[in-house]
């Protein structure tokens, strides 16, 4: 006997997409079994106000507990800049000028709005998270607002891969509407860096702008 499948049965069986949070949970937890990634990325900040965008390109490293390093390539293949940190402060090295600029790691953008990478931001309880019209179940892409306001930026926005849930694309707008995107690409974890790469001693010749700068 072949009994009739009630209306509707069918598509009640299909599992749910995760909903917002859920997906940034997935997230957090991607990035909560990585002790270390590195990739290539290409970065495009766009000004409003000017009209313009200024792309830049090079690799990036994390390891936990909050070391980084950026290292930013020209078109022809020269140093431009590195950013790096040892898990307190932050190097900035520009390379054409041979000057160093030190910010503490608390204070900056770019690891504040990225500090998940490196195992110490927790989504779900800083930001409200939703998803953005662009959205789909191939291609998620979630928007994050802080709960409380800051300086720094007001919105930020990742695209996801499906399957793992790691970010291929995050996206930051500033308070003035201008947008900081970044594409990673090539990326690999738990490959095991070693610290040396993310200490930073002063090039020989190079003028530190703030030397007075103190880091916890």
């Known amino acids: 006997m072949v009994l009739a499948t009630p209306a509707g049965a069918q ?10 949070d859920e997906v940034a949970r997935r997230v957090q937890q991607f990035y909560a079994q990585t002790a270390d990634y590195q990739a290539s990325f290409t970065q495009t900040y766009h000004d409003l106000a000017a ?17 980084m390093r950026w290292d930013y390539m020209k078109e022809e293949g020269t ?3 590195l950013y790096v940190s040892d898990g307190s402060s932050f190097w900035v090295y520009e390379y054409d000028f041979k000057q160093v600029f030190k910010q503490c790691l608390k204070d900056s953008q770019l690891p504040t709005s990225l500090s998940f990478l490196m195992g110490t931001g927790d989504l779900l309880k800083e930001f409200n998270v939703e998803f953005t019209k662009k959205s789909t179940d191939a291609q998620p892409e979630i928007k994050l607002t802080p709960k409380e306001a800051t300086p720094k930026y007001k919105e930020l926005r990742f695209t996801l891969d ?36 993310f200490e930073f001693k002063v090039p020989k010749g190079a003028r530190v702008l703030n030397p007075q700068q103190k880091c916890p």
């Open 79 to 81: 140093r431009d800049k």
């Open 11 to 20: 598509e009640d069986a299909k599992p749910k997409a995760p909903g917002a």
């Open 162 to 197: 499906p399957a793992t849930f790691q970010v291929m694309r995050t996206v930051i707008y500033d308070p003035y509407g201008n947008m900081n995107e970044i594409l990673f690409a090539k990326v690999r974890v738990n490959k095991n860096l070693p610290d040396k790469g």
């Open 51 to 67: 009209g313009a965008k200024k792309v830049n390109t090079g690799s990036v490293y994390f390891k936990k507990p909050g070391k």
